[in-house]
């Protein structure tokens, strides 16, 4: 189906699963699409009501004009994908991959978002400081790490065809060093596939992000999941907005998994998924209760990735 956002946009959106079933609605990251979330698609749609969407420029959602690439349009596209496809006073568990994931920290302050997220997943993600702290340059923090990511993670050049020195350099920048082979090619043929100038464009809005003051307005239970060996939104991105999230009920590092944690680690991600809506959407939760342990900090999990 197609959710139409606030300039026009025609947003391609999928739902899987039976009517009437819990809700779950995943937001991709940079250079992917709706097949990124193919595994949690496969799992959870068994019992719940998914719904996926292509950010715009990516998958089968059309780019827009150089004006069309804000994160306020970020949250635009969130808020017609809530509003066509969940039924009055209906709320979902909200899913963000990276760029997905800041989709959801932009939105927080939206009614179309305060009033349907019943808990949220901030998955490898970050609110600000992404080129200075991404480790896919292996120098020592400073300017000249900060210029040459910039300029790698911004690069103009297309990326081709899939090959192996092509999948070899994905591995390294996105993935863990345990990645297997096919998850390693899954991903490669999801991010080629990304258009030159979409992906471009995008960078140059992720290296100048700064949603912290966003963050403290995701009054919602929200959880955080990171890759140990996440070289792009490394665990120090992933520990500051735990810390600083109204409402944070968990946080979980996956051992030597990288960026790409719902296609490296599948199961992790969809048991997080599954948890937060057996807590917050199909039993309910005590407010009170929330509220005392997003006080206490937030809990701290390290797991073996599946």
Known sequence: MRAVSADGSAIHVEVHGPDGAPAVVLAHGWTCSTEFWAAQVRDLSTDHRVIVYDQRGHGRTPAVGPAGYTTDALADDLEAVLAATLEPGEKAVLAGHSMGGMTLMAAAARPGLRERAAAVLLCSTGPSRLVAEALVVPMRPGRLRTRLTRMILGARAPLGPVTPLSKAFLKYGTMGPGAAPDR????????????????????HVLAGLDLEAAVRELRVPASVV??????????????????????CVGFQELTGVGHMTPVEAPEAVTNRIRDLVTTYLTAGTDPGATTARAAGGPAREKEEAA
């Open 184 to 203: 390693v090619a899954e991903c490669a043929r999801i991010v080629h596939a990304c258009p030159r100038a979409v992906r471009v464009a995008w960078a």
């Open 226 to 247: 990171v890759g140990t060996a996440d070289r792009l939104t490394p665990p120090v991105q992933a520990r500051a907005l735990a810390a600083a999230l109204p409402e």
